[in-house]
């Protein structure tokens, strides 16, 4: 059976279905991406997919959904943006924008609604494929945004052809594929500075999987935490719960005995910069961490080394 319309709202949600036909479908979308953490899977673009699917195996047809607009220009769909380009002879989109998570407001500032009774923002994206296309066409992208109210918003959608609100061409940038329309004047400027990737090489930090145990803002809260834990005559159920932990790469009641055993562990509390600018205190236990990342923070550890302790100490600074 072939299908040349498909049309939907499809749920936005995170993968529920691991079904093989559908996970190879999906190849094309994660196709040369580096990234290690994708959200291609979620529920929503497996209906892209099989709407893509449906209309490419017709040989003709239209697809439209109303649907999570994070499309538009996520790094990591930039696969999924290219693979509707080619799959697609013409595409429009209409964002009805209405993202409670990045707080949006219309360009004049006042307020800006959402469709449904979510925070994510939404769009209704319409696909077009002709019967032929010449090798030698490049596929159209038409844009266009909806601001306003929900009511506002109801009353465009409804009293117009939704296409009509496109009214601008885009052509995706080459790297990223972006459907979002933006100022490309600066572009020249941009792409000559140095990359911070060429400047550092990548590397992940420390690992603790438990930050709130770890982890304070004031080092006497901390060292209060670390002896009332180690000193705890609870059971291990109660421990578990006071705490906030779990057994998963660590087992609980094991590190609790090594700490109670180790005399010399307020020693291991060192400063960290958590996140940019945020700097806080960290228990640096290679058995109370998931990974303590240790030849790569070495430096923290070694107070004879006066150029690395130093050098430590002039980055951890309190601000």
């Keep these: ?37 994708s959200d291609t899977h979620r529920e929503e673009w497996k209906f892209v997919r099989c709407a893509a699917y449906y209309v490419t195996t017709a040989s003709a047809g239209i697809a439209a959904y109303v649907v999570n607009n994070s499309f538009l220009d ?56 002709p019967p032929r296309v010449p090798d030698d066409q490049s596929p159209t992208l038409r844009y266009g945004d909806v601001w306003g109210t929900q009511d506002h918003k109801y009353k465009v959608l409804c009293s117009n052809v939704i ?57 006497a809260c901390l060292e209060r935490r670390i002896e009332d834990f180690a000193g705890s005559s609870l059971s291990e159920v109660d ?27 307020r020693d291991a509390i060192v400063q960290c910069v958590q996140r940019p600018f945020d700097f806080r205190w960290i228990l640096y236990l290679d058995y109370v961490l998931a990974r303590d990342r240790g030849l790569l923070m070495a430096g923290m550890r070694r107070p ?9 100490k002039s980055v951890t600074r309190p601000m």
């Design 1 to 37: 059976m072939r299908f040349t319309v498909v049309i939907g709202n499809p749920p936005y949600a995170k993968s529920q279905t691991e079904n093989g036909w559908i996970l190879d479908l999906m190849r094309p979308y994660r196709e040369g991406l580096a990234e290690r953490k």
């Design 304 to 312: 004879k080394d006066s150029c690395r302790n130093n050098c430590w």
């Design 239 to 265: 421990v578990k719960a006071r705490f906030g932990v779990q057994d998963n790469d660590w087992v609980v009641m094991d590190a609790k005995r090594r700490l109670g055993r180790d005399e010399s562990w």
């Design 74 to 129: 996520a790094p990591t769909l930039r696969q999924m943006r290219q693979h509707l380009l080619e799959q697609f002879g013409t595409l429009a989109v209409v964002n009805l924008h209405g993202d409670s998570n990045k707080r949006e407001v219309a360009p004049d500032g006042s307020a800006d609604g959402n469709v449904f009774e979510i925070k994510q923002g939404v769009c209704v994206a319409v696909f077009r494929r």
């Design 163 to 219: 296409t009509q609100s496109c009214d601008r061409s885009i052509t995706p940038d080459e790297r990223w594929r972006s459907f979002l329309p933006r100022n490309r004047s600066v572009d020249e400027e941009y792409c000559a500075g140095v990359s911070i990737a060429e400047i550092w090489r990548p590397v992940c930090g420390i690992e603790t999987k438990r930050d709130d145990f770890v982890i304070d803002i004031e080092r």
